[in-house]
Structure formats: C-alpha cells, structure tokens
C-alpha cells in the first residue's frame, strides 16, 4: 500500500460493503462512483456542480490527455488537480481502453502498444513504463496499470492472450510505479474475458505482484448484463476483502445495484452525462426520455424531493423544449441532474449498507424505476 | 406610461444617462446590458450564473418561443418567467428582425408579414396584432412594437417606406396593447437608416403616438460604427428625456461606450455568449482569442480580479485546451466570463456617470483594452 492511500472496510465481505478509501487529495466514501472528466473537463457540466452533485472522485483520461494538451504541458502547469481546477481526489486510467475503442490502427506487441492518434493521425507509442510515467506527472491520486482490454465475444485464445500479457505489463507497471516514490496508489486490472478460470487466474497473477486496489477491466463491452454480473460474482471472491475494487466502465444505475451486490466499491461511467446530453434523465422513477412529446405540457418538475436545483426547479415541459430545439442548456441539466441521482444511488447504498438494508433498498429502488409512470402521473 | 412601469431618471440630459428602470419583476439600473436567452434559454449559462453576473434583464426573441414551443403553451405553463424560471425582467421584441434575418421567404404587406419558418418550413403571419398578443401571453415586462427592419445600405426610397410602414404599424400595436391593460411597458421603434431626417420624422410620429419607452432599430445592420453613432446623435435628440432608450441589438463593449455617451439607456446583444462559444475572452485587457497557441501554457488567469470566479480560477491555459479541444465546458466558462464583463462595464458606467467622470471612465476603459498586451505581459 502506498504510504498516503489506504482503504479502510467499515462493513461487508463478498456482498456489498462500504469503506472509506483515503488519498492525497481527500477521503472517498465507498461504494463510489466517479464521473467521467475525459479530456480534464466533465461535459456539460461546471466543477463546482460536480462537486455540488456529491462526487468525491473523478476520473481522467490518459489517452486523451497524452494527446491533448500532452502529460508534461499538464506536468509544467501544476498538475491535472490545479490544470483543472478540481482539488478532490482523481483516478486516471491507463489508457488502454482507449486505444482499443478510438484507435483505427494499433498494434499490440510484448513492449507496448503502438497506435495512431484519433487527433492527428500520428503514430504514438504506449508502454507499461510510460503509462506510468504520465499518470505520475499528471499527479494522480490513482493510477491504473496498462493492459490490453478485448471486446466480447472474443476467442478463448485470444481473450487468454491478451490476460497473460496484462499480467507481464502489471508487473511492469509495478516497478515502473514504485520507482517513482509516488504519493497516490496503483490499482492492477483482471482480464479474462467471461471465463471464470482466466479471471481467476489474472486475480491471482495481480494479488502474488500486490497493488493498491483491483479493478475488473474488460467487462460491458458488448456482453449482457447476466454474463457481466456472473463474471462479476465469480471474480471477486479471488480478490483481497481489504482492498478498493473497481468495475470499469460501468454502468447503468441498474448495473450498480446489481455490481455493488457482488462486492464492487467504485464505479465510473460516461453515461449520466453522456445520455443527459441526448435528452435522458435518471430519476427515482425510472430513466426518462424528455425528447417525448408526452412532456411538452407537464408542468410537473423531474423530482421536486432531489437534492439536485435542476431537477425540482425547471419542469418537465421546459426541458423538454430544451433539448427538443438543441439549446445547449438542455444537455447542461440533463447532465447535472443525472449526476445528482447518482450520487443520490451512491448514497442511499451506503446509507443502506450500514443498516443492513442494503437487499431491502435494491428492491425498493426498482419498484420505484418500474412503477415509474404511475408514479409520474400520481406526482 | 404603464402602471407597473416607470422610468426615474437620475442623472443626464442628452449624453451619458443614468436611470432606474422599473417593472413588474423588479427594477432595472441604467444604462443597462440585457443579455439574449433567444428560445427561452440563455445558450451556455445556467440562469443562476446569468443572475450572478449582475444582469437584472434578460431578452428573449418572439420570433423562436412563437414557433417552439408556441405563446400558447408558455401561457399555459404560466408564462415565460415561469417556464424559463428567471423571476427578474424580460424584454421580448417583437420577432420582426428574425423574420429578416432568418425566414428565406418572406412577404411585408400592409396587415403584417407572413413567413416561412426556418423550423419546419410551414407558412407563418406575424401581424402588429399577433405580436403584441404573443408578447402579452408570453407575460413580458417590456415588449416591443412590430417593425420592419431592413440591412444597410439599403436604397432611400425603401428606409422611408419601410419607416413609415413601421408608424403604421405602431399605431395599430399601441391600440392592441392599450386594449389588454398590460402590467408592462411597451416601447416603440424608430427606424429610418442612417438618414437623419427619417429618424427625426420616425422619433416624432413615435412619441405622437406615445410609448412608454422607445428603441433605435435598424442599426448594426451592417453599417460601419462611425454611422452608427452618427445616426444615434441625430436621432437621441428627438426623443422625450425622461423616458427610456433601447439601441435594439447592440453591441460590442466599445459601441456600448459610444452608444451611452450619445444617450442610450438599453442595450442586448448575442456577441458575449456567441463569441464565447467561439473561444473569445472580453476582459479589461481587450478582447482575448483563447484559440491562440500563445495561451497553451499561460498559468494565468483571465483577469485575477474579475467578480467571475471563472475568470479568477481558471488559467488561460486550460481554457485554450478547452477550446482547442472543443469541450462544451470551454464555451460555458467563456459566456459566463463574458456576461460578467459586459455587467462589469455597466456597472464601471454607472459609477462614472453618477459620479460626473463618464467620459475619463471612457478613456481609461479603451486604455485598458489598447495596452492589453502590455498588462498581461506585467500581469
């Protein structure tokens, strides 16, 4: 454990727990979900809203921000926290994904991964050791190892390849990460695709090297929802009770309940932003779709008891007309708003959790997501 | 004068004014900068941030809310400050400009114009009437009387039709209007180019009727600044001291210094949201591109002390990654910098006047923005 981060396990063992997951920049209550600010900046919405919404950690992107404005340029500024104004704790990822999902070309091979930028076309080289080296110039408060993420369905082959070689880039990682006398914390990454045998396998290849925190890498990436949460429950019991775990990428608020259920502790995922932007709201009653012309009338707000101003402040009938003529404003509440419920998901978890409620607040969430409209028309 | 609306003014004859502008939803402090939430939104800005700028009134376009989502609905919903949830004061125009600048099709008879839509192509008639009915549905502190506006140059014998077609028009508007018994204002149109003697005859036929307060149209319509002002200081003269003027679309903060010290109380305008979208900064030290890679790794702020947070926490280094990158956020914090500029300059305006200095504020204002440079360099 690196000497300025420390996850503390107040409740749970393989079923949901909570904790407290200290860093440089400030104490992260689990479980966790961490908005996306890809490029140093969270879409739509200010940092201060952020904040406001209740998130407690962020996560940044490696790949991008390699590419634009460059590691050192961010180095030379400060740092990512100060470059961004944001001065709570953040998670970078290494990269990989990226490369796998917005790359055309790109070459995997034992040293690295060499790919063409999505920018400008140029040709950049991406090691272990140089995944580390940016992280750690950005000052991240978590870093995340480089490995080699594959979409499913894919071949067991392929999908134990490409485990095998996360491992070997782990390890590399590691002393890369160590050598560096770094403030923050390294988590590694299990790869194996939905073989419960290769996930136990990458678990234990990651806890005999010893990180800070294990994330499930590889997963929602084209498989259903069951296959992710059998992977899920099959892969967590052969990772360490005292340490953060984290699931990628992930997910909807139904994808939480269901992953927190199986002993996850942190989340991140584009979606509360990415779908506010096309019109989406998360709400107590379900996801709704403000481009429906059903709500071109409805004075009703979206949720006149969230935390979030936005939500019970503007109705339904003025968001719609927001996002129906293209106002940017739209996106911009949609967004604030859907961060809010998470947070507010977050909460009711941990809340839940300490009370040995947590089964009882899952069941309780969904009927209120499925008895969504008649609920909306008793408002 | 309406019963809900009056017009103190405090200090100023002909020259710079100072004046307090009162209406249903409050009062307004002149001269004044309002700026343009076009569809009911102001793009980019949450409507708190547009408040805490210091904007007291807001304007939005009868030409967009009569198409999407309709002056009906907003009535019903309770109008326009209800359905925005912006409780301070609204201009609305009478949708004559847009009917210019954005119908392809359109056809100005006597009884009013009818339109294509630029929304969905259908055949749409704005009659002095409809205007002000819409713009009392929509529950407007202060409408305006249906025009027609034309571009400069345009020939002599067309300003003074379209002119005098105008003070038909504001008759039939007056009449309309008187017959709703409005708790708002409504203020008349001088049109007439940049010819003098039509201004002067159009000002006359105007305060004949009588309004409760009276813009300049037709002006940036493509005309250098020199006959912009040169018309206004033919024109300011012909209407009545103690009622408010409106120089309708305008402009940059340098038009707004000139415009002010020829007698104009009233002023929106699109640039400092628009522009800011465009990664243009309007500070004290002159208009900044942030687009410019001499930006890419300034750790200074706009301008350290701004009243806008963002232009104080953010460096000009991220805001030209923002910008260069295309995050929406770029925009966002641009706008809001932006509407806080333009109040500061007001606010810098009232000072002068109120304390006889307008004109060394004047000069002191353009020698900041001229040696821009000079002071970001010592900065």
Known sequence: MANHVSFRLIRGGLAARLGDLSTPHGTVATPAFMPVGTQAAMKGVHWPDVRASGAEIVLANTYHLMLRPGAESIAALGGLHRFMHWDLPILTDSGGFQVMSLSALRQVEETGVTFRSHVDGAIVALTPERAIEIQHMLGSDIAMQLDECLKLPAADAEIERAMQLSLRWAVRCKRAWDGLAPRGALFGIVQGGDDARLRQASAQGLVDIGFDGYAVGG?????????????????????????????????????????????????????????????????????????????????????????????????????????????????????????????????????????????????????????????????
Chains 1, 2 share one sequence.
Not at 350 to 358: N, S, V
Not at 368 to 378: F, L, N, T, V
Request: charged share 20%.
């Open 219 to 379: 997963l929602a990436v084209g498989e259903p929802q069951a296959v992710m949460l059998a992977t899920l429950a099959e892969t967590t019991p052969a990772l360490p009770a005292e340490q953060p775990r984290y699931l990628m990428g992930v997910g909807t608020p139904d994808d939480i309940l269901g992953a927190v259920a199986r002993g996850i502790d942190m989340f991140d995922c584009v979606l509360p932003t990415r779908n506010g932007r096309h019109g989406l709201a998360y709400t107590r009653f379900g996801a709704i779709n403000l481009r429906n012309a059903r709500h071109a009338h409805d004075p009703r707000p979206l949720d006149a008891q969230s935390a979030c101003p936005a939500a019970r402040e503007y109705s339904r009938a003025y968001l719609h007309h927001l996002v129906k003529v293209g106002e940017m404003t739209g996106g911009m509440l949609l967004s604030m708003i859907n961060l809010h419920y998470y947070q507010d998901l977050m909460r009711g978890m941990r809340a839940a959790i300490a009370g040995d409620q947590f089964a009882e607040f899952c069941a309780a969430v969904r009927l209120g997501w499925s008895r969504g409209d008649i609920e909306e028309c008793a408002g």
